[in-house]
């Protein structure tokens, strides 16, 4: 006795219903796929426009994705190592996240607006009175 699949038909697959990403989710894929484009890290959250904690290469980038329909835009701040090009790593972590994201969401990353809060040395020397 021999059993033969069959596959769905495509009406099949229209009546499965729909995927909704949510924006946080979009929002929280993003903030880690900054963290695979080297030299880039977090900035501070703020509160009434003033930066609370501090802005570290360790710590994750902040993104705000607003979704519409299958497209996405993303704000993201982040800071970058210091002395790394500003222009060369921004462009990195653009093409980065909108292929990425669209890779894990399966929607089309229609904007990166990129802000660059700090610039941070590798190593910090600790500071010496003379």
Known sequence: MTTTLQHPAAADLDERGTLTVSERTVERIAAQVVTEVEGTG???GRVLGIAVGGEDLDRSAKVTATVHGDTTALDVRLSIGY???VSRTTEAA???LTRRVAEFTGL?????DITVTALHTTTSAPRRVQ
């Open 108 to 112: 089309t990353v229609a904007r990166v």
């Open 94 to 96: 653009r093409r980065q």
């Open 42 to 44: 977090g900035a501070a």
């Open 83 to 85: 002395p790394r090009s």
